[in-house]
Protein backbone atom coordinates (compact mmCIF):
# COMPACT_ATOMS: atom_id res chain seq x y z
CA UNK A 1 0.00 0.00 0.00
CA UNK A 2 1.38 3.11 -0.84
CA UNK A 3 3.08 5.22 1.93
CA UNK A 4 3.57 9.04 2.58
CA UNK A 5 6.42 9.40 -0.24
CA UNK A 6 4.51 7.78 -2.94
CA UNK A 7 0.90 9.44 -2.17
CA UNK A 8 3.14 12.89 -2.19
CA UNK A 9 4.68 11.95 -5.59
CA UNK A 10 0.94 11.63 -6.90
CA UNK A 11 -0.55 14.71 -5.01
CA UNK A 12 2.40 16.88 -6.57
CA UNK A 13 1.57 15.41 -10.02
CA UNK A 14 -2.17 16.70 -9.39
CA UNK A 15 -1.41 19.71 -8.43
CA UNK A 16 0.63 20.25 -11.75
CA UNK A 17 -2.08 19.28 -13.49
CA UNK A 18 -5.46 19.26 -12.61
CA UNK A 19 -6.39 22.29 -10.52
CA UNK A 20 -8.30 24.75 -11.49
CA UNK A 21 -10.20 23.12 -13.81
CA UNK A 22 -13.62 22.50 -13.67
CA UNK A 23 -15.25 18.67 -13.98
CA UNK A 24 -17.37 18.43 -16.92
CA UNK A 25 -18.33 14.30 -17.06
CA UNK A 26 -17.66 11.44 -14.33
CA UNK A 27 -18.07 8.35 -16.08
CA UNK A 28 -17.52 5.02 -13.49
CA UNK A 29 -16.75 1.19 -15.17
CA UNK A 30 -17.10 -0.46 -11.83
CA UNK A 31 -19.13 -0.38 -8.93
CA UNK A 32 -16.41 -1.33 -6.29
CA UNK A 33 -14.73 1.80 -7.04
CA UNK A 34 -17.44 3.92 -6.21
CA UNK A 35 -18.62 1.31 -2.80
CA UNK A 36 -17.80 3.89 -0.14
CA UNK A 37 -20.26 6.82 -1.80
CA UNK A 38 -23.49 6.29 -0.08
CA UNK A 39 -25.11 6.85 -3.96
CA UNK A 40 -22.91 4.85 -6.29
CA UNK A 41 -21.75 6.50 -9.67
CA UNK A 42 -24.92 8.77 -9.43
CA UNK A 43 -23.92 10.61 -6.11
CA UNK A 44 -20.19 10.80 -7.17
CA UNK A 45 -21.27 12.33 -10.29
CA UNK A 46 -23.64 14.77 -9.38
CA UNK A 47 -21.25 16.07 -6.47
CA UNK A 48 -18.11 15.96 -8.66
CA UNK A 49 -19.61 17.81 -11.80
CA UNK A 50 -19.37 21.40 -11.94
CA UNK A 51 -16.75 21.58 -9.46
CA UNK A 52 -13.76 23.27 -9.90
CA UNK A 53 -10.47 21.34 -8.24
CA UNK A 54 -8.66 24.21 -5.91
CA UNK A 55 -5.96 22.12 -4.35
CA UNK A 56 -4.00 18.71 -3.78
CA UNK A 57 -4.04 18.01 -0.14
CA UNK A 58 -1.99 14.97 2.05
CA UNK A 59 -1.99 14.32 5.59
CA UNK A 60 -0.11 10.93 6.02
CA UNK A 61 -0.94 8.34 3.13
CA UNK A 62 -4.49 10.27 2.90
CA UNK A 63 -5.08 12.32 -0.30
CA UNK A 64 -8.13 14.45 -1.36
CA UNK A 65 -8.48 17.55 -4.18
CA UNK A 66 -10.47 20.78 -2.50
CA UNK A 67 -13.52 21.24 -4.37
CA UNK A 68 -14.98 24.90 -4.95
CA UNK A 69 -15.24 28.00 -6.57
CA UNK A 70 -11.71 29.36 -7.13
CA UNK A 71 -12.79 32.23 -4.43
CA UNK A 72 -15.17 31.24 -1.01
CA UNK A 73 -14.94 28.40 0.99
CA UNK A 74 -14.02 24.50 0.07
CA UNK A 75 -17.67 22.90 -0.30
CA UNK A 76 -16.05 19.13 -0.28
CA UNK A 77 -12.86 17.39 -1.35
CA UNK A 78 -12.55 14.29 -3.33
CA UNK A 79 -11.33 11.90 -1.73
CA UNK A 80 -8.90 9.40 -3.13
CA UNK A 81 -8.39 5.51 -1.77
CA UNK A 82 -5.36 3.89 -3.23
CA UNK A 83 -5.99 1.00 -1.37
CA UNK A 84 -3.21 -1.61 -3.10
CA UNK A 85 -2.90 -1.04 -6.81
CA UNK A 86 -4.93 2.37 -7.58
CA UNK A 87 -3.08 4.97 -9.97
CA UNK A 88 -4.50 8.32 -10.24
CA UNK A 89 -3.43 9.04 -14.30
CA UNK A 90 -3.19 12.16 -16.17
CA UNK A 91 -4.01 11.11 -19.79
CA UNK A 92 -4.55 12.82 -23.31
CA UNK A 93 -8.55 12.55 -23.90
CA UNK A 94 -7.19 10.60 -26.97
CA UNK A 95 -5.38 8.28 -25.39
CA UNK A 96 -6.73 4.13 -25.28
CA UNK A 97 -8.12 3.36 -21.72
CA UNK A 98 -6.09 1.54 -19.46
CA UNK A 99 -7.30 -2.22 -19.04
CA UNK A 100 -8.12 -1.63 -15.49
CA UNK A 101 -9.44 1.92 -15.87
CA UNK A 102 -12.30 2.44 -12.84
CA UNK A 103 -12.93 6.15 -13.10
CA UNK A 104 -12.70 8.73 -15.95
CA UNK A 105 -12.87 12.54 -14.62
CA UNK A 106 -13.28 14.57 -17.85
CA UNK A 107 -13.37 18.50 -17.51
CA UNK A 108 -15.01 21.32 -19.64
CA UNK A 109 -11.20 22.36 -21.13
CA UNK A 110 -11.34 19.32 -23.46
CA UNK A 111 -8.00 18.74 -21.70
CA UNK A 112 -6.38 15.49 -20.12
CA UNK A 113 -8.34 13.57 -18.54
CA UNK A 114 -7.78 12.19 -14.75
CA UNK A 115 -8.05 8.76 -14.42
CA UNK A 116 -8.50 6.10 -11.68
CA UNK A 117 -7.11 2.85 -12.78
CA UNK A 118 -7.32 -0.02 -9.49
CA UNK A 119 -6.40 -3.70 -10.71
CA UNK A 120 -7.40 -5.34 -7.67
CA UNK A 121 -9.85 -2.84 -6.73
CA UNK A 122 -9.68 -2.04 -3.08
CA UNK A 123 -9.43 1.48 -3.41
CA UNK A 124 -11.73 4.12 -4.84
CA UNK A 125 -12.85 7.73 -5.19
CA UNK A 126 -15.50 9.04 -3.05
CA UNK A 127 -16.61 13.06 -2.04
CA UNK A 128 -16.41 13.63 1.23
CA UNK A 129 -17.56 16.49 3.59
CA UNK A 130 -14.92 18.61 5.23
CA UNK A 131 -14.89 19.99 8.91
CA UNK A 132 -12.62 22.13 11.41
CA UNK A 133 -10.37 25.12 10.33
CA UNK A 134 -8.18 22.78 7.92
CA UNK A 135 -11.44 21.98 5.69
CA UNK A 136 -10.20 18.18 6.36
CA UNK A 137 -11.96 15.56 4.62
CA UNK A 138 -14.38 14.08 7.39
CA UNK A 139 -12.95 10.59 7.32
CA UNK A 140 -9.42 11.64 7.80
CA UNK A 141 -10.44 14.47 10.75
CA UNK A 142 -8.48 11.55 13.39
CA UNK A 143 -5.52 11.18 11.39
CA UNK A 144 -2.26 12.60 12.89
CA UNK A 145 0.27 14.51 11.28
CA UNK A 146 3.56 12.95 9.96
CA UNK A 147 7.15 13.85 10.44
CA UNK A 148 7.21 16.04 7.26
CA UNK A 149 4.56 18.39 8.19
CA UNK A 150 5.66 21.94 9.32
CA UNK A 151 3.64 21.83 12.02
CA UNK A 152 4.25 18.25 13.36
CA UNK A 153 4.90 17.96 16.89
CA UNK A 154 7.75 15.71 17.47
CA UNK A 155 7.87 16.27 21.38
CA UNK A 156 4.02 15.65 21.27
CA UNK A 157 4.34 12.18 19.52
CA UNK A 158 7.71 11.05 21.13
CA UNK A 159 5.42 11.36 24.23
CA UNK A 160 2.57 9.47 22.50
CA UNK A 161 4.42 6.40 21.57
CA UNK A 162 5.84 6.22 24.93
CA UNK A 163 2.49 6.01 26.77
CA UNK A 164 1.70 3.27 24.26
CA UNK A 165 2.00 -0.28 26.18
CA UNK A 166 2.86 -2.27 22.16
CA UNK A 167 5.82 -2.96 20.56
CA UNK A 168 7.65 0.12 18.73
CA UNK A 169 6.87 -0.77 15.32
CA UNK A 170 2.78 -1.34 15.63
CA UNK A 171 3.05 2.01 17.86
CA UNK A 172 4.43 3.56 14.37
CA UNK A 173 1.98 2.32 12.01
CA UNK A 174 -0.64 4.24 14.54
CA UNK A 175 -1.73 6.89 11.64
CA UNK A 176 -3.84 8.27 14.80
CA UNK A 177 -0.28 8.98 16.27
CA UNK A 178 2.47 9.29 13.58
CA UNK A 179 0.57 9.40 9.83
CA UNK A 180 2.54 8.50 6.66
CA UNK A 181 4.57 5.54 8.15
CA UNK A 182 3.57 2.00 6.77
CA UNK A 183 5.64 -1.31 6.72
CA UNK A 184 8.16 -0.01 4.52
CA UNK A 185 9.22 2.99 5.60
CA UNK A 186 9.14 1.89 9.56
CA UNK A 187 11.65 -0.76 9.02
CA UNK A 188 13.63 1.40 7.09
CA UNK A 189 13.31 4.21 10.35
CA UNK A 190 14.09 1.28 12.70
CA UNK A 191 16.84 0.43 11.06
CA UNK A 192 18.33 3.86 10.74
CA UNK A 193 17.60 4.61 14.36
CA UNK A 194 19.27 1.05 15.77
CA UNK A 195 15.73 0.30 17.27
CA UNK A 196 14.06 -3.46 16.98
CA UNK A 197 10.71 -3.31 16.11
CA UNK A 198 9.36 -5.26 19.46
CA UNK A 199 10.90 -3.43 21.65
CA UNK A 200 8.32 -2.37 23.87
CA UNK A 201 7.40 1.58 23.34
CA UNK A 202 7.50 2.00 27.78
CA UNK A 203 11.08 1.21 27.38
CA UNK A 204 11.82 4.15 24.75
CA UNK A 205 13.63 7.02 25.89
CA UNK A 206 13.25 10.54 24.59
CA UNK A 207 16.14 10.52 22.67
CA UNK A 208 15.08 7.02 21.83
CA UNK A 209 12.19 8.27 19.93
CA UNK A 210 13.63 11.72 18.47
CA UNK A 211 16.19 9.86 16.79
CA UNK A 212 13.62 7.33 15.44
CA UNK A 213 10.94 10.14 14.11
CA UNK A 214 13.94 11.83 12.46
CA UNK A 215 14.85 8.67 10.76
CA UNK A 216 11.48 8.77 9.75
CA UNK A 217 11.65 11.98 8.03
CA UNK A 218 14.99 11.53 6.93
CA UNK A 219 14.28 8.06 5.13
CA UNK A 220 11.08 9.44 3.20
CA UNK A 221 12.85 12.54 2.29
CA UNK A 222 15.02 10.63 0.60
CA UNK A 223 12.32 8.26 -1.00
CA UNK A 224 9.99 11.26 -2.17
CA UNK A 225 13.33 12.57 -4.10
CA UNK A 226 13.35 9.02 -5.81
CA UNK A 227 9.58 9.19 -6.69
CA UNK A 228 8.65 6.59 -4.17
CA UNK A 229 8.88 3.00 -3.80
CA UNK A 230 8.04 0.71 -6.78
CA UNK A 231 8.62 -2.57 -6.33
CA UNK A 232 6.36 -3.94 -9.04
CA UNK A 233 4.41 -2.08 -12.22
CA UNK A 234 1.30 -1.04 -10.05
CA UNK A 235 3.00 2.32 -8.29
CA UNK A 236 3.57 4.83 -10.93
CA UNK A 237 2.75 9.07 -10.32
CA UNK A 238 0.38 10.54 -12.65
CA UNK A 239 2.64 10.28 -15.76
CA UNK A 240 2.73 6.53 -15.41
CA UNK A 241 6.61 6.50 -14.27
CA UNK A 242 7.45 4.49 -11.12
CA UNK A 243 9.89 5.57 -8.07
CA UNK A 244 13.03 4.02 -7.43
CA UNK A 245 13.82 4.08 -3.99
CA UNK A 246 13.85 0.83 -3.81
CA UNK A 247 17.40 -0.08 -5.05
CA UNK A 248 18.28 2.00 -1.86
CA UNK A 249 16.55 0.14 0.81
CA UNK A 250 18.85 -0.99 3.40
CA UNK A 251 16.34 -3.63 5.20
CA UNK A 252 13.08 -4.28 3.80
CA UNK A 253 13.01 -6.91 1.41
CA UNK A 254 16.69 -7.96 1.55
CA UNK A 255 16.37 -11.08 3.83
CA UNK A 256 20.03 -12.97 3.80
CA UNK A 257 21.31 -10.10 1.90
CA UNK A 258 24.40 -8.59 4.22
CA UNK A 259 23.08 -5.34 5.88
CA UNK A 260 24.44 -1.82 4.61
CA UNK A 261 26.03 -0.94 8.23
CA UNK A 262 27.49 -4.21 9.35
CA UNK A 263 27.50 -6.88 7.39
CA UNK A 264 25.38 -9.45 9.17
CA UNK A 265 23.05 -11.24 6.79
CA UNK A 266 18.92 -9.47 7.11
CA UNK A 267 16.45 -11.35 8.98
CA UNK A 268 12.53 -11.52 8.08
CA UNK A 269 9.88 -12.05 10.16
CA UNK A 270 6.39 -12.70 9.91
CA UNK A 271 4.25 -9.02 11.62
CA UNK A 272 0.52 -8.31 11.08
CA UNK A 273 0.23 -10.66 8.35
CA UNK A 274 2.90 -8.68 6.76
CA UNK A 275 6.66 -8.88 7.45
CA UNK A 276 9.42 -7.48 9.03
CA UNK A 277 13.26 -7.13 9.03
CA UNK A 278 15.85 -5.91 10.28
CA UNK A 279 19.72 -6.24 11.43
CA UNK A 280 20.32 -8.88 14.41
CA UNK A 281 23.52 -6.63 15.48
CA UNK A 282 22.08 -3.37 14.81
CA UNK A 283 19.00 -3.49 15.85
CA UNK A 284 19.09 -6.59 18.80
CA UNK A 285 15.62 -7.92 19.98
CA UNK A 286 14.97 -6.65 23.28
CA UNK A 287 15.48 -9.13 26.36
CA UNK A 288 12.72 -10.38 27.93
CA UNK A 289 11.56 -9.86 31.45
CA UNK A 290 11.38 -12.89 33.93
CA UNK A 291 8.58 -12.94 36.08
Request: glycine share 10%; with cysteine.
Amino acid sequence: MPELPEVEVVRRGLADHVLGRRVKSVEVTHPRSVRRQAGGAVELGERLSGRVLRAARRRGKYLWVELGEPEGDVEAALLAHLGMSGQLLVQPADRLDELHLRIRVRFDDDGPELRFVDQRTFGGLTVVDVTGPDALPVPVAHIGRDPMDPDFDAEAAVGGLRRRRTGLKRALLDQTLVSGIGNIYADESLWRAKLHYERPTATLTRPEGRRLLAAASEVMGEALAAGGTSFDALYVDVNGDSGYFDRALAVYGQEDRPCPRCGTPVRRAAFMNRSSFWCPTCQPRPRRRHV
